[in-house]
């Protein structure tokens, strides 16, 4: 089972290489900062602060007792505050740390700040190289396009996951929402508003982009997210899923969702009175908390009813960035080179539930004992399986589908705007950053 599932993940990740190719680095005036003596104190901050700290703060008592010269300052960063936070403090000429978490979704945007150290050159003399995911590793490279060079150390991967209560589902004599006619089924028949009984919650906050681009494109089974200069995302058959999509707010959700982030949206699921959530493999184990492994289950996003094949956006890869203003750079690698280890990148991906970068860790007894993740790897694996390659080179994305689209997204479970208002507005704000981002490159 072990080796099965190690090769599924390699195959998997493959399939997860991004399609980008180049992106601009300006002169941001950052200080070029020291290599230090190797000891003293680092700064990490961890981009998903609050829900991951215990892990980390874990990992960092390991690392303090093997390196006793060197003290970890922690601080952590909500999700969903990590790019404003990093951008104010490269503008503001100081305040970054030594160590941050840093996900390819925003590693273009820091990396054309010239925030981020170079790390290929320490990769490889540490011997990392070899035990590295190798599309994990191009995936950091082909967000940057710089090259062969790499400008953070991953540590994970993810994908979108639908999670439901076998036991609501058993209970009520449904089938597993594995296709979108079961899904909007169970939907509705586990919806009991005067009861206070949803089928779904949906995430109506910070994040929610990202999830309604996951929904619509599984969905609509559209197989690439540009089409010539234009992006996809307005296309009819998107618009008319994501419509169907956000049509579940209020009717099989509850009414408070309309302001869901991450933290609200899972306490919502866990509890107890709501049949189903879409997230990815990160919040397998606060499920298994809440209910126990044999009440929750998670299934890889719905496959098409008519031939069974599935569709999913590219999932961002996490990884660990040396920071070019550090004093301390000695040191801070030597904490990366720690935390990228087999076996706190395995500690640390079991508490997440995601997919572990080191290779060595693929063998470990409790990923073969993660069905979510297995499933995600076999769906991933499946040569019908398609991937909408998100454009994580472009310095705005991040920005474009969080504070300037979010609110939008609340505006359209309200009914204020269509769901093609939305889209279009999303289009156009895509189609001009990758206008632009083209012109840079000449």
Not at 1 to 13: I, K, N, W
Not at 45 to 73: C, H, K, L, S, Y
Not at 182 to 199: C, N, Q, V, W
Not at 411 to 436: K, M, P, S, V, Y
């Amino acid at each position: 089972m072990s080796t099965h599932l190690t090769r599924g993940v390699a195959a998997a990740l493959t399939a997860l290489v991004l399609a980008a190719t180049a992106t601009a680095c300006g002169d941001s005036g950052q200080s070029a900062g020291a290599e230090g003596d190797g000891t003293g104190e680092i700064v990490f901050w961890d981009n998903n602060g609050g829900v991951r700290t215990d892990v980390w703060n874990e990992i960092i008592d390991a690392f303090e007792e093997a390196n006793p010269d060197i003290q970890v300052e922690y601080v952590g960063v909500p999700i969903g505050e990590v790019q404003s936070k990093y951008d104010a403090a490269i503008q503001g000429g100081e305040g970054l740390p030594d160590v941050g978490g840093v996900s390819t979704s925003y590693l273009a945007n820091l990396v054309a700040q010239e925030a981020l150290e170079p790390v290929g050159d320490r990769v490889a003399e540490s011997g990392l190289t070899e035990s590295l995911m190798p599309a994990m590793v191009e995936s950091v490279r082909a967000t940057t396009g710089e090259g062969e060079e790499m400008y953070s150390v991953p540590t994970s991967a993810n994908q979108g996951v639908l999670w439901y209560r076998t036991d609501l589902f058993e209970a009520a004599g449904l089938e597993p929402p594995t296709t979108w006619d079961a899904f909007y089924t169970a939907a509705e028949e586990l919806t009991d508003r005067g009861s206070g009984e949803f089928g779904f919650t949906i995430r109506g906050g910070e994040g929610s982009v990202a999830q309604a681009l996951d929904m619509m494109y599984a969905q609509s089974g559209i197989d690439s997210f540009w089409d010539g200069a234009e992006t996809t995302v307005n296309d009819p058959a998107n618009v008319e899923e994501l419509e169907r999509y956000v049509g579940l707010y209020n009717t099989v959700t509850p009414e408070a969702d309309l302001s869901n982030d991450f933290t609200n949206m899972v306490a919502t699921f866990t509890g107890g009175t709501v049949g189903m959530l879409q997230h990815n493999l990160g919040s397998y184990p606060d499920h298994v908390a809440a209910f126990g492994a044999d009440r929750v289950a998670g299934v890889p996003m719905p496959a098409d009813t008519a031939d069974g094949s599935h569709t999913f956006v590219s999932n961002p890869v996490d990884g660990l960035g040396l920071f070019r203003a550090s004093e301390n750079k000695e040191a801070a690698w030597r904490f990366i080179e720690f935390a990228a280890s087999q076996e706190m990148n395995s500690l640390w991906n079991e508490s997440a539930g995601q997919i572990p970068a080191n290779t060595e860790a693929l063998a470990d007894p409790w990923l073969a004992e993660a069905p979510p993740t297995a499933a995600a790897v076999e769906a991933l694996s499946d040569e019908a399986t398609t991937i909408v390659q998100l454009p994580y080179y472009l310095p705005d994305w991040n920005n474009i589908t969080k504070a300037d689209t979010e609110p939008n997204f609340q505006r359209l479970l309200l009914g204020e705007i269509t769901a093609q208002e939305f889209a279009d507005d999303l289009a156009q704000r895509l189609n001009e950053a990758q206008a632009e981002w083209e012109e840079y490159r000449g």
